[in-house]
Protein backbone atom coordinates (compact mmCIF):
# COMPACT_ATOMS: atom_id res chain seq x y z
CA UNK A 1 0.00 0.00 0.00
CA UNK A 2 0.69 3.60 -0.52
CA UNK A 3 2.23 5.95 2.70
CA UNK A 4 0.19 2.61 4.70
CA UNK A 5 1.52 3.76 7.86
CA UNK A 6 0.52 7.46 7.29
CA UNK A 7 -2.69 6.42 5.92
CA UNK A 8 -3.11 4.27 8.79
CA UNK A 9 -2.72 7.50 11.43
CA UNK A 10 -5.92 9.19 8.53
CA UNK A 11 -7.97 6.29 9.98
CA UNK A 12 -6.91 6.53 13.47
CA UNK A 13 -7.22 10.02 14.16
CA UNK A 14 -10.43 10.28 12.17
CA UNK A 15 -11.96 7.58 14.09
CA UNK A 16 -10.97 9.09 17.11
CA UNK A 17 -10.49 12.51 17.22
CA UNK A 18 -13.28 13.62 14.64
CA UNK A 19 -16.87 14.55 16.38
CA UNK A 20 -20.13 14.50 14.81
CA UNK A 21 -20.90 17.33 16.69
CA UNK A 22 -18.55 19.69 15.50
CA UNK A 23 -18.22 21.30 12.15
CA UNK A 24 -14.35 21.47 12.21
CA UNK A 25 -12.00 19.34 10.24
CA UNK A 26 -9.23 17.57 11.83
CA UNK A 27 -5.57 17.64 10.89
CA UNK A 28 -3.25 14.97 11.04
CA UNK A 29 0.83 16.06 11.50
CA UNK A 30 2.91 12.29 11.77
CA UNK A 31 6.78 13.42 12.44
CA UNK A 32 8.43 10.08 12.06
CA UNK A 33 12.15 9.37 12.34
CA UNK A 34 12.82 10.93 8.15
CA UNK A 35 9.72 12.73 7.10
CA UNK A 36 6.63 14.21 8.50
CA UNK A 37 3.31 13.83 6.80
CA UNK A 38 0.21 15.62 6.90
CA UNK A 39 -3.42 14.95 6.11
CA UNK A 40 -6.76 16.59 6.71
CA UNK A 41 -10.08 14.72 7.38
CA UNK A 42 -13.60 16.72 7.45
CA UNK A 43 -16.26 13.57 8.06
CA UNK A 44 -14.88 11.89 5.15
CA UNK A 45 -11.95 10.58 3.87
CA UNK A 46 -10.33 12.70 0.92
CA UNK A 47 -8.35 11.20 -1.69
CA UNK A 48 -6.29 11.74 -4.59
CA UNK A 49 -5.65 9.78 -7.94
CA UNK A 50 -2.27 10.93 -8.73
CA UNK A 51 0.77 11.35 -6.18
CA UNK A 52 4.33 11.83 -6.91
CA UNK A 53 5.95 10.26 -4.16
CA UNK A 54 10.46 10.66 -4.22
CA UNK A 55 10.00 11.69 -7.51
CA UNK A 56 7.93 8.94 -8.99
CA UNK A 57 4.56 9.89 -10.01
CA UNK A 58 1.85 7.30 -9.02
CA UNK A 59 -1.38 7.11 -10.71
CA UNK A 60 -3.75 4.57 -7.56
CA UNK A 61 -6.61 5.77 -5.69
CA UNK A 62 -5.00 6.93 -2.05
CA UNK A 63 -5.53 9.02 1.16
CA UNK A 64 -4.32 12.89 0.39
CA UNK A 65 -1.16 12.62 2.55
CA UNK A 66 1.26 15.12 1.59
CA UNK A 67 5.44 14.90 3.41
CA UNK A 68 6.09 18.29 4.17
CA UNK A 69 9.11 18.07 6.19
CA UNK A 70 12.16 16.04 7.33
CA UNK A 71 11.34 13.90 10.45
CA UNK A 72 12.84 14.15 14.33
CA UNK A 73 15.35 11.53 13.38
CA UNK A 74 17.00 13.98 10.56
CA UNK A 75 20.39 14.61 11.31
CA UNK A 76 21.18 18.71 11.21
CA UNK A 77 24.76 20.20 9.79
CA UNK A 78 26.30 23.81 9.97
CA UNK A 79 27.54 24.13 6.64
CA UNK A 80 28.49 27.31 4.53
CA UNK A 81 26.70 29.22 7.56
CA UNK A 82 22.98 27.96 7.41
CA UNK A 83 21.97 24.49 9.23
CA UNK A 84 21.32 22.01 6.52
CA UNK A 85 18.62 19.01 7.35
CA UNK A 86 19.65 15.37 6.53
CA UNK A 87 18.72 13.28 4.70
CA UNK A 88 20.98 11.30 7.10
CA UNK A 89 18.95 9.59 9.85
CA UNK A 90 20.44 9.48 13.61
CA UNK A 91 18.12 6.48 13.98
CA UNK A 92 16.28 5.30 16.95
CA UNK A 93 19.29 3.93 18.82
CA UNK A 94 21.84 6.63 19.68
CA UNK A 95 19.35 8.90 18.12
CA UNK A 96 19.66 12.26 18.68
CA UNK A 97 21.85 14.27 21.23
CA UNK A 98 18.69 14.84 23.74
CA UNK A 99 18.26 10.99 24.13
CA UNK A 100 21.98 10.52 25.84
CA UNK A 101 23.38 8.05 24.27
CA UNK A 102 25.97 9.74 22.07
CA UNK A 103 23.85 10.06 19.17
CA UNK A 104 24.24 13.17 16.53
CA UNK A 105 22.37 16.42 16.29
CA UNK A 106 19.04 15.94 14.94
CA UNK A 107 15.86 17.91 14.42
CA UNK A 108 14.25 16.80 17.95
CA UNK A 109 16.69 18.46 19.56
CA UNK A 110 16.29 21.21 18.09
CA UNK A 111 12.57 20.83 19.16
CA UNK A 112 13.38 20.19 22.36
CA UNK A 113 15.57 23.85 22.35
CA UNK A 114 12.90 25.30 21.21
CA UNK A 115 10.54 24.56 23.85
CA UNK A 116 8.49 22.77 21.21
CA UNK A 117 8.82 19.25 22.81
CA UNK A 118 8.25 19.83 26.92
CA UNK A 119 10.50 16.77 28.65
CA UNK A 120 7.86 16.54 31.53
CA UNK A 121 5.49 14.99 29.16
CA UNK A 122 7.65 12.12 27.86
CA UNK A 123 8.65 9.39 30.02
CA UNK A 124 11.93 8.99 31.75
CA UNK A 125 13.65 6.29 29.25
CA UNK A 126 16.60 8.08 28.05
CA UNK A 127 20.48 7.80 28.70
CA UNK A 128 22.44 4.97 28.92
CA UNK A 129 20.55 3.40 31.61
CA UNK A 130 16.98 4.16 30.55
CA UNK A 131 15.87 6.22 33.42
CA UNK A 132 16.66 10.03 32.30
CA UNK A 133 14.29 12.60 30.76
CA UNK A 134 14.79 14.21 27.84
CA UNK A 135 18.57 16.13 27.95
CA UNK A 136 18.06 19.59 26.67
CA UNK A 137 20.87 20.84 27.96
CA UNK A 138 23.33 18.44 25.86
CA UNK A 139 21.68 19.49 22.95
CA UNK A 140 22.08 23.18 24.12
CA UNK A 141 26.24 22.08 24.19
CA UNK A 142 25.85 20.23 21.15
CA UNK A 143 24.07 23.30 19.11
CA UNK A 144 26.62 25.66 20.70
CA UNK A 145 29.64 23.57 19.61
CA UNK A 146 28.29 23.03 15.95
CA UNK A 147 27.75 27.09 15.36
Known sequence: AILSGPAGGVVGYAL???STHSNSPVIGFDMGGTSTDVS???GSY???FEATIAGVTIQSPQLDINTVAAGGGSRLFFRAGMFVVGPESAGAHPGPVCYG??????VTDANLVLGRLLPEYFPKIFGPNEDQPLDREAAIAAFDKLT
Do not use: N, Q
Not at 101 to 106: D, E, F, N, Y
Open 101 to 106: KGGPLA
Open 40 to 42: RYH
Open 16 to 18: TTA
Open 46 to 48: EHV
